[in-house]
């Protein structure tokens, strides 16, 4: 129970103003630092951006990963080299793709904005990805789908592997075209793989860190704060570790009822559908 | 499977766009390592380096006891890919086939360990592990990262074990196998690409991590790879080509796990066709 | 499932609130009389020196293979080992260090965090210690040493400082057809009013009071008062709004570049050289990496821009504190006191490590030709607040001023509101 002390423990630090050093005393506050959050402009500002990034990740990062996974689990000509270009982005440090993506979305001349202006001719001006809330946001979400959907397709693969092949070939004799086979045959063949990269990605989401800190580090005007570089930031930075805890069981109750939910609406139709 | 004439085309230049887009950024990052003066990202960026060198990867490789670092991370993610395949096959086994008291009860905790940020109760984990001796230590470092890793890779494992077919339990039941001879002899070699993919991420898992091994490893002798990379930024200028030399070298070793257990994805589905 | 994955919370939350109720910690003893850590003391034994350089750099290897042997060659049989850590983690290593109470014997620590490390109770207070402690203080630069202080006394001494002054190039005011690189505020604004399409006058890489406190200083603002006690009449008085209203003006004017609310990988280093922007303000690491990289271009210093409170700098740089928990406090002090004597001071400089004393501003100018504009600028330069506190202050300094950038406040309500934010911080000390 590596995990299961240092769990209680923070618990415990989150009904405390407490201090970092065991010298000093600490503060029995009660429900003071969950109070706060909840009426935290700052705290909601980073719940909302999560969310947005959740809407904007896990529904492409699933889909694109699930679709590329089943064109690469046919065969086909250098099907193993390609598996390893998708599967680059997920083993490449997130300190380095982050500040490498920072760098892709700089305003002036960057990589995105040459190849949005220059290349395809979308726009004439430059956009200021960085600079702004919702511009920032997506790229940062495009750093997160670029990131996870090798990780998706990975997953999926060793999914589809397990799906039996006569059930196709049993599809594919009652006339179904492929998007029939995809939806009734392999869909249904890896719910609970579906279910368990659905559940994990939205976990991700709430918990989106490295990209956000690097990128625009919560700014400009913590317009972009997400809830771990606040809580970071609390915890750490400013050495508020009581708050930092309790933000972050907020944040867990959240997650778990999420979870919970999905748990509820897809992992039943596990039982129906077999 | 009706195949309409044009679609392998069409299925291979869409892979190969896709396959473009993950890999362009790279591709920065790799002209960059090959660029000299690198502590001023060139803009707009180079996809080619524009004047080639290696002195990046000579420095990367022979400054600061690279070495040494590779080393080190090769064995915590080894140690670790192993525990964590082990012990969590045997716990998503527990899961997936058995009914026990509380079943629910621990795997929701189980989950719930994935949902708490871990960035927070690194201090609690912190002092804990100086209590357990475990602070500058590379087996405290494949201790924490495989108790990190068992929920994952239980929940990964779980849902291909409950997707073995109960006729196959039952015949084996039948033939008078005890669970061991199950486990070993039925869900393993059924769940092979699943557990290649646990050791894939497991190992991954461990080369990757930083904030943890940043926490509890002091000594330069211990430090593993991310953390040699980190040394190589300073306080004002970083020399990126440096940085990105060094993480190119370090993907090496998780490309070649992973084109590894692509083989064992590949007999999963000769298993399953045996079926 | 769904019954017992309710419980589990409120089951967690009673045996949390069962364990506490009551205050916990404070087992401090009062601070009985602090060990007296004389010059010249017989040391032995060993001890660990925590520090940030970067390891791409020269001064780890002139860290660990001129200065640490030397210091081990005048007194034989002892060993300090070095431990690099990662600058941009070292706030986190320490922290989490301090709550268990595993510090090194000495570190070299941002300036910054010096006052909230002797908050915390971490640190010894060297102008108790050290007999000598006022020796070292006089040689230094008033703005670093500064850094050092919390409440009465100082817990530090600076190892290393800089400032930042005006960085551009002959190639750049060309293409921007000036004359000279501007000298005051004024200048600056009308420069960059009026300079040509797709190129700047100046360029700011951020919000915070690294870049924006010398604007304000230089035009005879302030953000708190000498003794740290209110932002009040100083962040929102008339001199400081003054200096970030034009900073906001040249922005929605597109003078500006946006760079200022982030939105770069390169930071202002890629515009100065290609001309893009005229000047930057920027500290001594940047001339090598800029000669560096741009041989052709011929890059020059200038003081920062003057007002009417002069030219101000804003001092950054690295003190040196012992830890109150270290079991070697003589030999941490000794090697204190060799890391700022003259022969290490030098061999820190000829790889970049400006030193914090100027009675060695001569030694150093010889070093290197470009340092002797950041001297001149470090003799007036001032440091940020020197309080625990300042982390928090900094957020909220640069929280409000984006807003005013964005356009959703003004100048003087975003800085009145920061003051209104700040005050309760200080007071708190």
């Avoid at chain 3, 706030?91 to 268990?100: D, F, N, P, R, S």
């Avoid at chain 3, 640190?123 to 703005?143: E, H, I, K, R």
């Avoid at chain 3, 960059?192 to 603002?221: R, V």
Wanted: proline content about 6%; some cysteine.
């Amino acid at each position: 129970m590596t995990t299961g002390y240092p769990l209680l423990r923070s618990l415990q630090i989150s009904f405390y103003n407490w201090s970092v050093v065991p010298t000093q005393v600490s503060k029995f506050i009660g429900l003071d630092n969950y109070i706060r959050a909840l009426g935290d402009e700052q705290f909601w500002t980073g719940m909302v951006n999560a969310a947005v990034y959740l809407l904007l990740t896990v529904p492409a990062t699933v889909a694109i990963g699930l679709f590329f996974a089943t064109l690469l689990h046919a065969r086909m000509p250098a099907r193993a080299l390609f598996r390893v270009l998708f599967y680059i982005p997920v083993v490449t440090s997130w300190v380095v793709v982050s500040l490498l993506f920072k760098y892709l979305f700089t305003t002036n001349d960057g990589a995105v904005n040459w190849f949005l202006t220059d290349f395809l001719h979308l726009t004439s001006e430059s956009i200021p990805w960085l600079e702004q809330r919702w511009t920032a946001l997506i790229a940062i979400s495009a750093l997160g789908v670029w990131k996870s959907v090798g990780w998706c397709l990975v997953v999926f693969l060793a999914a589809l592997s397990g799906v039996r092949e006569e059930l196709y070939e049993a599809a594919a004799l009652d006339g179904a075209n492929a998007w029939q086979r995809f939806l009734h045959v392999t869909v249904p063949g890896i719910r609970g793989t579906l279910l368990f990269v659905l559940v994990l990605q939205v976990i991700g989401a709430f918990n989106v860190f490295p990209s956000v800190l690097l990128m625009t580090n919560g700014g400009p005007a913590g317009s972009t704060e997400v809830p771990l570089t606040y809580m970071y930031k609390q915890a750490f930075s400013f050495l508020d570790f009581g708050y930092g805890s309790a933000m972050s069981f907020i944040l867990a109750i959240f997650i778990f009822v999420i979870s919970f939910l999905q748990f509820r609406f897809f992992g039943e139709k596990k039982e129906v559908g077999s | 499977m009706r195949a309409h004439p044009g679609w392998a085309v069409v299925r291979f230049i869409v892979v190969a766009v896709g396959a473009v887009f993950m890999i362009a950024p790279f591709l920065i990052m790799i002209s960059t390592s090959l660029e000299p003066n690198t502590s001023i990202l060139p803009s707009p960026p180079h996809f080619f380096p524009q004047e080639v060198t290696l002195d990046n990867y000579v420095r990367a490789i022979t400054e600061n006891n690279f070495g040494g670092y590779f080393l080190n991370s090769l064995f915590v993610s080894v140690a670790t890919t192993v525990a964590t395949v082990a012990i969590s096959a045997m716990t998503a086994f527990a899961f997936a086939r058995f009914d026990f008291r509380f079943k629910n009860v621990v795997f929701s905790l189980l989950l719930a360990g994935l949902m708490i940020p871990g960035i927070v109760i690194i201090v609690p984990q912190f002092i804990l592990a100086k209590n357990l001796g475990m602070v500058d230590s590379l087996w405290g470092l494949v201790f924490f990262y495989t108790a990190g890793q068992i929920a994952f890779t239980t929940f990964l494992l779980r849902a291909f074990f409950e997707r073995v077919p109960h006729e196959l339990d039952e015949a084996m039941t039948v033939d008078g196998a005890g669970i061991v001879r199950k486990f070993v002899g039925l869900y393993i070699p059924l769940a092979r690409p699943a557990l290649a993919t646990a050791a894939v991420f497991s190992f991954l898992g461990g080369w990757d991590e930083y904030v943890w091994a940043l926490t509890v490893i002091t000594d330069p002798l211990k430090r593993t790879l991310p953390l040699g990379i980190a040394a190589f930024q300073g306080a004002h200028t970083t020399a990126w080509g440096l940085v990105f030399a060094a993480s190119v070298v370090a993907v090496l070793p998780v490309v070649i796990v992973y084109v590894a257990g692509q083989k064992h994805f590949i007999a999963g589905i000769a298993a399953g066709a045996v079926k | 499932m769904k019954r017992t994955a309710v419980l589990l919370p409120a089951v967690a939350l009673a045996i949390a609130m069962g364990l506490s109720g009551c205050d916990i910690g404070g087992s401090a003893a009062p601070a009985a009389d602090v060990e007296q850590l004389a010059p010249g003391a017989d040391v032995t034994g060993s001890i660990i020196f925590w520090h940030g350089y970067g390891e791409d750099g020269a001064e780890v290897k002139t860290l660990t293979d001129v200065v640490i042997p030397a210091f081990e060659k005048l007194h034989p049989g002892v060993t300090v080992t070095p431990v690099q850590i990662p600058p941009g983690d070292m706030h986190q290593k320490l922290v989490t260090a301090a709550a268990a109470g595993s510090l090194p014997d000495i570190i070299r620590a941002d300036i910054v965090t010096v006052p909230e490390l002797a908050k915390l109770g971490t640190l010894v207070p060297l102008s108790q210690a050290m007999p000598d402690f006022q020796d070292f203080a006089d040689t230094m630069y008033p703005g670093p040493l500064e850094t050092n202080r919390y409440g009465d006394d100082y817990w530090g001494l600076p190892l290393d400082t800089n400032t930042k002054v005006v960085i551009y190039s002959e190639q750049g005011l060309e293409a921007d057809g000036l004359d000279a690189v501007p000298a005051t505020l004024d200048e600056l604004k009308d420069a960059a009013e009026n300079s040509k399409d797709g190129t700047y006058a100046f360029a700011e890489g951020g919000a915070g009071g690294w870049n924006l406190l010398p604007y304000i200083w230089s035009n005879g603002g302030d953000i708190t008062d000498p003794d740290y006690t209110t932002a009040d009449g100083y962040l929102n008085g008339p001199k400081s709004v003054e200096a970030i209203q034009m900073l906001v003006d040249l922005y929605k004017d597109g003078k500006l570049p946006g760079i200022i609310l982030g939105g770069t990988g390169t930071g202002t280093w890629d515009g100065v050289p290609s001309g893009e922007y005229v000047s930057m303000v920027d500290g001594p690491w940047a001339m090598p990496v800029l000669q560096g990289a741009h041989p052709e271009v011929d890059f020059k210093t200038a003081p920062m821009f003057s007002g009417d409170g002069g030219s101000i700098g804003v001092v950054g740089g690295e003190d040196l504190v012992l830890t109150s928990q270290s079991e070697n406090k003589p030999l941490a002090a000794e090697f204190l006191r060799y890391m700022l004597s003259k022969d290490a001071q030098l061999a820190m400089g000829e790889v970049g490590q400006l030193s914090a004393q100027s009675t060695l501003a001569d030694d150093m100018s010889n070093l290197q030709p470009y340092y002797a504009d950041f001297l001149t600028q470090l003799e007036t330069a001032k440091p940020r607040p020197v309080t625990p506190q300042w982390a928090k202050i900094d957020d909220i300094f640069a929280k409000q001023i984006q807003l005013a950038f964005q356009g959703t406040i003004s100048v003087q309500d975003a800085l009145d509101e920061a003051v209104a934010q700040i005050d309760p911080l200080l007071a708190q000390g």
